[in-house]
């Protein structure tokens, strides 16, 4: 479950609480000694494909109302509500590659609702869990109504989202999720054995959590989406240019690898995992490398004696888990197992790829034995930024509150940043009084150390829960 990877993740804090007890001298000097650049290396996923023409690079100083850095689900989104509440508001986004680069153009593709942190998994008071549900089930029909609205069909498909469950103890949190649930209106499903194999078509499951609101989506097809709309609004998009420093203050000072200048009056960051090498917010998250791979396709009877009946996707209730889903063209996608955290989240690595594909295909025949022979046509891999307690937070920071930004997605991403992007929208605009209720509101996160004791602290973890 998330809740697993939740205990992971805290576990891998408390691995590494008792050496800063005794090192918080180094700690504090780390980021001195190990600056840590962005590193935003290009997308070779299967969705980057599907990659709208890039616009060309920023090649002149600018000043404008609102400057948003990185071109994914965050940045796009909030650029588009900040010109659709502030039309008046000048915004520019610049992206250090093509629109989509990072997480939001190479993910799992489900779309899920909730925050992690509370993916089956209560409060402490479940009318707040009833309204991120219904907050977070009503912006998935908004991306179907965005879509349409732009004319770029993002493959968006609503038959519903599984989390299958491995273990006794699972299947009874699950059931008492969902009697919980849907005595507060929350439409959610148990399913048995017999029901999870008829629908996926095996059999390893004992049990699953059903909710009919999730789905599946081509993720770089959104990004086209939320692109579209946002230039449509009014907002100016720049790729290829990358932000080398940003110097805060009433008006921000933004340079890039080019030498060209942007000052702004309002920041968003919109750079997720790759926040902290821009110097912001380096203790709120991890940088987890996840992998994923993709068959070719398959023809609608292959699909058939697979058994794979209902085009739904689905995750596992493991520590580590694995995610899966379907094609329009009838590709299965796989994707999760064992994270990889690089130390000062450096680039990737050969070898650590092969052996992640190795580990995807093991568990694909695992699930579906009659796929032991079938190879990947695609695999890649990309940086997932989780906090320690898979809490997401959106806020504003600095001295004139007006650096805003939206973290620790952890898995829930694909939907949940376009929520971000709008209240980010509303934050920049003044108007913050109807997110108050929401626990994500300038959430403090649990603080992740510096190197080398986060690299430290996560290697154990990883270690303990293999």
């Not at 609480?17 to 996923?45: C, F, R, T």
């Not at 603080?447 to 690299?455: C, L, T």
């Amino acid at each position: 479950m998330i809740s697993n990877r939740r205990g992971f993740l805290k576990s891998s804090a408390l691995a590494g609480g008792g050496v800063l007890l005794g090192a918080a001298g180094l700690n504090q000097v780390s980021p001195l000694i190990w600056h840590e650049p962005p590193k935003i290396e290009p997308n070779d996923s299967f969705w980057a494909g599907s990659q709208a023409p890039q616009n060309p690079k920023l090649a002149t100083d600018l000043t404008v109302d609102v400057a948003v850095v990185g071109g994914g689900f965050t940045g796009l989104s909030a650029a588009y509500f900040i010109r659709r509440l502030s039309p008046h508001k000048s915004v520019v986004v610049l992206e250090a590659r093509g629109c989509g680069n990072g997480a939001s153009g190479r993910n799992g593709a489900m779309v899920l609702t909730m925050t992690a942190d509370r993916f089956m998994n209560f409060g402490p008071n479940p009318s707040i869990d009833k309204r991120i549900y219904d907050l977070t089930t009503g912006n998935i029909r908004f991306l179907a109504q965005l879509s349409a609205a732009t004319g770029v069909d993002c493959e968006l498909e609503l038959h519903g989202a599984l989390q299958v469950l491995d273990r006794d103890s699972d299947v009874r949190e699950a059931k008492a999720y969902v009697r919980k649930a849907r005595s507060l209106g929350m439409p959610v499903e148990y399913w048995d054995g017999p029901r999870i194999a008829g629908a996926l078509g095996t059999d390893v499951y004992t049990a699953g959590f059903f909710d009919p609101n999730g789905g599946h989506v081509h993720p770089m097809k959104l990004v086209q989406v939320f692109k579209a709309a946002a230039q449509k609004a009014g907002a100016t998009i720049y790729e290829n240019t990358v932000v080398r420093s940003v110097e805060p203050g009433a008006e921000h000072l933004i340079s890039t690898n080019d030498g060209c200048t942007v000052n702004a009056k309002s920041l968003v960051l919109a750079t997720n995992a790759f926040t902290p090498g821009l110097g912001f917010l380096r203790n709120a998250v991890v940088p987890l490398h996840e992998y994923v791979a993709v068959t070719h396709p398959f023809s609608e009877q292959e699909l058939m004696e697979i058994g794979w009946g209902l085009r739904v996707p689905f995750n596992d209730s493991r520590t580590q888990p694995f995610y899966l889903g379907l094609t329009q063209d009838r590709r299965i996608h796989i994707g999760g197992g064992t994270p990889r955290y690089s130390f000062n989240n450096s680039t990737s690595d050969a070898g650590e790829m092969r052996s992640h594909v190795v580990q995807l295909h093991r568990e694909l025949a695992r699930i579906y034995p009659r796929l032991a022979g079938v190879e990947f046509a695609q695999s890649w891999e990309g940086v997932v930024d989780w906090s320690l307690d898979a809490s997401p937070s959106v806020g504003c920071m600095g001295r004139q509150k007006n650096i805003f930004y939206g973290i620790g997605y952890s898995g829930h991403g694909v939907n949940l940043t376009s929520i971000f992007g709008r209240v980010i929208a509303d934050l920049e605009a003044g108007r913050e009084e109807a997110w108050k209720q929401y626990p994500f509101l300038n959430n403090h996160q649990y603080y992740v150390p510096n190197e080398p004791f986060r690299w430290l602290a996560t290697r154990a973890g990883i270690s303990i829960s293999n």
